[in-house]
């Protein structure tokens, strides 16, 4: 009887650390399965930040103004913020350009008008806070005509390319742009900046 018993409590702690041990590898195996779920459940959402979201779409109608002479801008754009800091997309170009004065040549009263149509490319990066680093790739048509007394000319409609840079200044949506055509082909943004003003939303 007693060897019974001695046999006995030698063999309660191998038992009892097969037990232990059956336990613990179910609940690692119970915490593998959790943390490959998980790891599954990552990169499924990754997967989804990586494709197209809708909520990174930006709208911006665009209007530029001038006067002395006339000049009115509406240039509605559509975006995509890429990354936090960079956004790029399309743009519509519609553009009316007046001038009236006296023509000391002719001696007589001048009315230039012109029409500019088109569209492009555009993007923006964020360098500071409120400051942005933009550009404009653009190709337009432009149609001018001379009015004059006994004199009326309108030459024919030309296409024109144009490559804006500058900086954008703006905050909560808001901005101003500062701009300079390079390649200073296109008779609305010669010799000069060009600026314009509008929103994100």
């Known amino acids: ?15 009892s650390y097969a037990q232990f041990d059956k336990r613990q590898k179910g609940n690692s195996t119970e915490n593998n399965q959790n943390s490959s779920n998980s790891q599954r459940n990552d990169k499924d959402q990754q997967e989804d930040v990586k494709g197209f979201d809708p909520s990174k ?47 000391q040549r002719f001696n007589t009263n001048r009315t230039d008008k012109g029409r500019t149509l088109g569209g492009g490319i555009w993007g923006q ?3 500071f806070n409120f400051l942005s680093a933009a550009a404009d790739i653009e190709m337009n048509s432009y149609k001018y005509s001379v009015a004059m007394v006994n004199y009326n000319v309108t030459e024919p409609i030309k296409w ?13 949506g ?20 060009v600026s314009s003003f509008g929103f994100f939303f």
């Open 160 to 172: 024109y390319p144009s490559a804006l840079v500058g900086a954008a200044l703006g905050v909560n």
């Open 57 to 103: 779409l930006v709208i911006s109608p665009i209007i530029g103004m001038r006067f002395n002479p006339t000049l009115v801008q509406l240039q509605p754009k559509v975006g995509y913020r890429f990354h936090e800091r960079l956004m790029a997309g399309v743009s519509f170009n519609y553009i009316y350009y007046k001038d009236f004065y006296f023509d």
């Open 125 to 127: 990066y964020q360098v």
């Open 174 to 193: 808001f901005y101003i742009k500062f701009q300079y055509d390079l390649l200073q082909m296109n008779p609305n943004y010669q010799n000069r900046f």
């Open 1 to 15: 009887m007693k060897r019974l018993l001695f046999l006995f409590v030698l063999l309660l702690p191998s038992l």
